[in-house]
């Protein structure tokens, strides 16, 4: 039998060694985060299940129902719905409507540009996940760059980071946020409001704001932008494009011979009926029944179907007109289902050794046979001058095509294409826009006035959003990271071990003793700063619910209020700046901003220093704090 108090130092003991096993996984990536996660969560149940941690009562305090709890907490459950809802309004496009704002707004000031983009990004982040934001904003953000002639890499990285700083003023701007709340509640303390903390972290977010605009792109590399991977975004597919009678592009007139009204896309030939006329097109006006032959990328087309997807096939438009339904294909309310939303598109690459070289898309039926849709074909260091229906084909072309997401998948088993799964990417649709921003409207109504719980909110509006149609079942499911279920998972295990042995309310009494003669502003700073710096080797997810119980011990130590030491675990734990695997955020500017490792070392890290100085000077005077 061991006694109590060495049971007690062992359990706590090999507790600690296990977070310092789990944190040099995390920062060396000797192993996937699932991994790590999973085998953290398999090793805690197993210790605690031969050497258990009893209660007062004889209760197990951290048995396989406690530990596994995680997996249904609601913090998880907030995190993953609010991943669905904004899923919902990337979907519809309503993020889109600011966006091309923004862009109209800014068109002669590169300072006022970023500075508003930076504003809009921080504004989105307060309530919605960061991620899709950034997303979002970078073909903006790179078409902005463009178009003032400077390079991506002088800018790209400050999305994220204004990303991270707006999603600090509200409950729902990060998931960090929820996460600290529901733990509190979890812990028996009160649980934070909507705009609980607001106030502090919009100081944090302007002093943050002032540092991006007016430093950080002094100390950001001057790259080219990347190509490759992602980046094939860039590549340019041969269309072609069938204007229809009450299309926009009716009476569209050349500038200097190009169309001003088709930015990015270039015009290669226009087929009116028996004439082809090709560049420099000079006192020509775009008729119905022309069909335009154009390159473009990806986004540029997708943006020129947008609100007229019938441009980019309108053998589908024919087929309507076929059954009547045609004086309605051009009423976005009226438009046929196939016309609509629900579709994919996607990349696929012929295969050298593919019956179909040689042959044209008509010849082989492709639509008719895969159900999907060829909207252009690319091949390598040529610009062809033809209608894609009636171009040969050749090993290595590749082509874009668009078709519900089960067609598309069937390509993986065809043996004349090589479907390239990183291409495939749903298509935004307008048709539920209205529907989308109301139910994330009423759930951050119902969230903030506090008539429900975020949790229940979020997983409401998540329901909703399936239920109206406007994701499928299998996107809302597709858009739950494992990362984020594992890593959270995992993060309140450990959380509630720490609490449970006593880990917790040692770590807080070791820092009281080592700032014994430091006044209790000064522990808040040296506690925020501390994990601010942790946050950059951990995910802040982690940080933050390992840390929310030390801060409860820690203002029960110093016999404080709990509200600014928890505040402290939120702003620290975002406070993923130097590091690109702090935060996902700094991995999707990655690669756009052709960055590296000590970029974000360069630059995040003063920006550590600011805001900590910041929360260190504004914090003690907001939350009152003794002098003494």
Same mark, same amino acid.
């Given at each position: ?52 941690? +009893? ?43 600011? @966006? ?51 390079? #991506? ?15 600090? *003023? ?54 080219? @932008? ?44 226009i087929q009116r009926g028996e004439r082809a006329i090709l560049p420099p097109f000079e006192d020509l ?11 473009? *990328? ?5 943006? /020129? ?70 909207? =252009? ?27 519900? #997401? ?35 409207? =009423? ?24 239920? *109206? ?51 209790? @502003? ?10 601010? /710096? ?5 995910? +802040? ?18 016999? /404080? ?29 990655? *690669? #756009? ?36």
């Open positions: 039998m061991i006694p109590a108090d060495l049971l007690a130092t062992f359990q706590m003991g090999f507790l600690f060694a296990l977070i310092v096993v789990a944190l040099t996984l995390f920062a060396t990536e000797a192993v996937s985060i699932e991994l790590t996660s999973l085998s953290v969560i398999a090793v805690l149940i197993l210790f605690f299940h031969f050497f258990p941690v +009893t209660g007062p009562e004889g209760k197990d305090l951290l048995s396989l129902r406690s530990l596994f709890s995680g997996f249904a907490n609601p913090a998880l459950i907030a995190v993953l719905a609010l991943l669905v809802l904004g899923e919902g309004l990337t979907r519809t496009g309503v993020l889109d409507l600011a @966006a091309n704002a923004v862009i109209q707004w800014t068109r002669s000031n590169p300072f006022f540009a970023v500075a508003l983009m930076l504003v809009v990004v921080m504004a989105f982040s307060a309530v919605l996940n960061n991620i899709p934001v950034v997303v979002l904003f970078v073909p903006i953000m790179q078409t902005l760059t463009k178009r003032f002639r400077q390079s #991506p890499s002088r800018y790209m990285m400050l999305l994220s980071y204004a990303s991270v700083l707006g999603g600090m *003023t509200t409950l729902i701007g990060s998931s960090t946020n929820l996460l600290v709340s529901l733990e509190l509640d979890d812990l028996g303390e009160e649980p934070f409001g909507f705009f609980d903390f607001t106030v502090p972290g919009l100081v944090l977010a302007c002093c943050g704001l002032v540092y991006l605009l007016l430093v950080a792109p002094r100390l950001l590399p001057d790259r080219p @932008a990347t190509s490759g991977g992602a980046g094939e975004q860039g590549r340019h597919f041969v269309a072609q494009v069938s204007v229809s009678a009450g299309s926009r592009l009716v009476g569209l007139r050349p500038v200097g011979g190009i169309f001003p009204a088709l930015p990015d896309i270039t015009i290669l030939m006006v775009l008729e119905a029944n022309d069909l335009v032959v154009i390159a473009a *990328t990806r986004p540029a087309l997708a943006s /020129l179907a947008k609100d007229e997807p019938e441009l980019l096939h309108p053998e589908l438009l024919e087929a309507a007109v076929q059954q009547g339904q045609g004086e309605d294909a051009g009423d976005p309310a009226k438009r046929p289902r196939w016309l609509l939303g629900g579709q994919v598109q996607a990349e696929v690459m012929i295969r050298p050794d593919s019956e179909i070289v040689g042959h044209t898309l008509e010849e082989i039926g492709f639509r008719y046979k895969h159900h999907c849709i060829v909207l =252009g074909i690319e091949r390598r260091n040529r610009m062809l001058r033809e209608r894609i229906t009636r171009i040969p084909l050749k090993d290595g072309d590749v082509l874009l095509i668009q078709g519900r #997401p089960e067609d598309v998948d069937r390509l993986r088993g065809e043996r004349s294409v090589v479907l390239m799964e990183w291409s495939r990417q749903p298509l935004v649709t307008a048709r539920h826009q209205r529907a989308a921003a109301v139910i994330f409207l =009423g759930v951050i109504a119902a969230s903030a006035s506090g008539v429900i719980p975020i949790a229940l909110a979020a997983f409401c509006g998540a329901t909703a959003m399936i239920a *109206t149609r406007i994701l499928s079942l299998g996107d809302a499911l597709q858009v739950l990271d494992r990362k984020i279920v594992l890593t959270i998972a995992m993060a309140l295990a450990l959380g509630a071990a720490m609490q449970a042995t006593g880990g917790a309310a040692f770590l807080a009494e070791t820092m009281m003793a080592a700032l014994s003669s430091a006044t209790p @502003a000064q522990i808040l700073s040296a506690f925020f700063l501390l994990l601010a /710096l942790l946050s950059n080797v951990l995910s +802040t997810k982690a940080t933050a619910v390992l840390f929310t119980p030390i801060a409860v011990d820690l203002a029960y130590v110093l016999n /404080l209020p709990v509200e600014p030491f928890a505040v402290a675990v939120i702003f620290a734990s975002n406070c993923s700046f130097a590091s690109p695997i702090g935060y996902q955020t700094n991995l999707v500017v990655m *690669t #756009p901003g052709n960055y590296r490792f000590m970029d974000f070392v360069r630059v995040g890290l003063p920006l550590i220093v600011l805001v900590w100085i910041a929360f260190s000077l504004f914090a003690p005077w907001y939350y009152d704090l003794p002098p003494q």
